[in-house]
């Protein structure tokens, strides 16, 4: 037998099973193709940050000596696609099995599973050993259930992996720190400053520029600051264990001009192409926190914990449960493209355009921006799903498929009508002004609703309430509002209705 092995992008785990022995009929390939820079715009850093960990991970691997082909995206025998690659290295190399790990990608699922039956040889599919769940282990757990809700699968998860317990309840019997968890930056608050690395990736660069590649944003070449290994993953582990951690959930949804991390921990994208596992991640916070209790409280933890092992396997369930027809929701019927602006961030709006400036610039925003500011305008300014996806799925170094819709389609959109999130999220300036210091230094006025330079956040808020009446006035997480909304003089409520008109229509100028 000689067995070819596929290691796709997003599947560098060094602590795989396939790695425990080398065999000599085994051959690793990897490939860097057009198929894969080319289905979204993507950020120049996601597309270096891929390939420069793909080629260390195979360059390891060789070292560790496993046979590995390895194509580079301007190859001469490149032919840009993993099928039409994988039909003339099997058929050179004489392989008689091939195998390969689950995508996480629904499209790439597909490819490989089609690809499986156009050829001769058997196939083998492993797991890529890296999540806590498998793909319908969630489906399996709210079957039959109407609500898909967050809490109850990640305290499933808790007790199932015995995370944070003590026998069957919780540690310090409270599950969900949550509500401790939002304050505001002071203002003479400096955060500490995030560790970056100093990567050389200019040959990849040089490469991708030299196609007609197409990319958005910046990068230093020669200071690429995303980890590109594991070593460097670990790296970024401990510093934010030690360094962050304690101040976590605290700001966790803070936001402030020029501090683009603050004390998140930036592990999203080692995490997302399987670097560190999130069993790994989790377990060496906790150690942390088990050494230190005086300067790490148990809610900046929990805090944390509740990301990795809640939210992110819940929205790769979902994902699985889901898709297909997921990636095509659009619960509002919203039609409209996305501002000139979310490409440049040249626009007057403070939040945004710190927003919008700092992902171009380090292809990275935390949650709360991605949320609250850029997902929130989208949303108000009424875009059509698919432009917001596309910009998501571009934009940030850590977004692939089937973490990337079911944060922007699902939770930030509510294009899903309310599977993973009970209520659309959306803010006038208020909530922006209460969690950020971006409004001080606007150009807009947070405190007006309509008139010259009223913050457009407020009209856009009450307009997209009225809009989708129908389908929001009954969501008890909302009702109040709609409460507030008919109680207000009919005089007021057109002169918003008429300032958002006008925003609207003139929105890339905004
Ligand atoms: P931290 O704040 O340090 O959190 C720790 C880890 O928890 C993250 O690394 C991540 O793995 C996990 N996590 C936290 N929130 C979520 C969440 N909602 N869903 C899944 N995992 C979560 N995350 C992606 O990995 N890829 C994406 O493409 C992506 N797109 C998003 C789009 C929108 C509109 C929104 C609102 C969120 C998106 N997220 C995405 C989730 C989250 O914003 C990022 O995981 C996080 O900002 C990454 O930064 P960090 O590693 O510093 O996270
Ligand atoms: Fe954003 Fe409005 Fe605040 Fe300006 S005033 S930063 S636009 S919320």
Redesign the pocket.
């Known amino acids: 037998t000689k067995i070819a092995r596929l290691i796709l992008g997003d599947q560098l785990n060094s602590n795989h099973t396939w790695f425990e022995t080398v065999q000599e009929n085994v051959t690793y390939i990897m490939m860097e193709v057009r198929t894969e820079t080319d289905y979204a715009i993507h950020h120049i850093q996601k597309v270096v940050g891929f390939f420069a960990a793909m080629r260390f991970f195979a360059e390891t691997l060789r070292i560790n000596n496993h046979n590995v082909i390895y194509l580079e995206l301007n190859h001469k025998d490149n032919k840009q696609s993993f099928g039409a690659n994988l039909e003339v290295l099997l058929s050179n190399g004489n392989f008689t099995h091939f195998e390969y790990q689950q995508p996480d990608e629904y499209r790439l699922d597909k490819i490989l599973e089609t690809f499986a039956t156009q050829i001769t040889i058997p196939t083998k599919v492993y797991d890529t050993e890296h999540f806590f769940t498998t793909r319908n282990e969630l489906g399996t757990f709210f079957e039959g259930k109407k609500m898909y809700l967050m809490e109850s699968f990640y305290r499933a998860m808790r007790k199932k992996h015995d995370i944070l317990m003590d026998g069957t309840n919780p540690t310090t019997g409270q599950w969900n720190y949550d509500a401790d968890n939002r304050k505001k930056l002071p203002k003479d608050h400096k955060p500490t400053a995030p560790m970056v690395f100093n990567n050389d990736v200019s040959d990849i660069v040089e490469m991708i520029f030299k196609t007609d590649c197409k990319t958005i944003g910046t990068i230093e070449a020669k200071q690429f600051l995303w980890p590109i290994n594991r070593e460097q993953t670990l790296e970024l582990l401990d510093f934010f264990v030690t360094e962050c951690l304690p101040l976590f959930g605290t700001y ?1 949804d803070a936001m402030t001009p020029n501090e683009w ?1 603050l004390y ?5 994208f080692s ?2 192409i399987k670097m560190i596992s999130p069993s790994e991640v989790v377990h060496r916070a906790i150690k942390e926190w088990e050494k230190h209790p005086e300067t790490i409280e148990y809610n900046q933890l929990e805090g ?1 914990v509740r ?2 092992i809640g ?2 396997e819940y ?1 790769r369930g979902i994902y699985w449960l889901k898709m297909p027809e997921y990636n095509s929701l659009n619960y509002f019927n919203h039609q409209e493209k996305l501002p000139d602006w979310f490409w440049t961030g040249n626009t007057k709006m403070n939040c945004l355009k710190d927003s919008i400036k700092q992902s171009l610039h380090y292809a990275y925003a ?2 709360i921006q ?2 609250m500011i850029t ?1 929130s305008f989208a949303l108000l300014a009424g875009t059509h799903p698919d432009e917001v996806d596309a910009w ?1 799925l571009g934009i ?1 170094i ?3 498929d089937w ?2 819709i079911t ?2 389609r699902g ?2 959109q509510f294009a899903d009508g309310g599977i993973v999130g009970t209520k659309p999220y959306v803010s006038s300036a208020s909530y922006i002004d209460k969690m950020s210091n971006y409004c001080g230094s606007c150009y807009y006025n947070k405190a007006k609703k309509v008139g010259d330079k009223a913050c457009p956040f407020n009209s856009l808020y009450w307009n997209f309430y009225d809009k989708h009446e129908d389908k929001l006035a009954k969501n008890p997480r909302i009702g109040m509002m709609y409460k507030v909304w008919q109680r207000m003089k009919p005089e007021d409520k057109e002169a918003l209705l008429q300032q958002a008109d006008y925003y609207l229509k003139n929105i890339n100028n905004l």
């Open positions: 966790q991390s998140h921990s930036r592990l999203s995490m997302n944390f990301q990795i939210w992110r929205m935390h949650h991605r949320l997902g998501y940030y850590d977004a692939l973490v990337e944060n922007t939770m930030s």
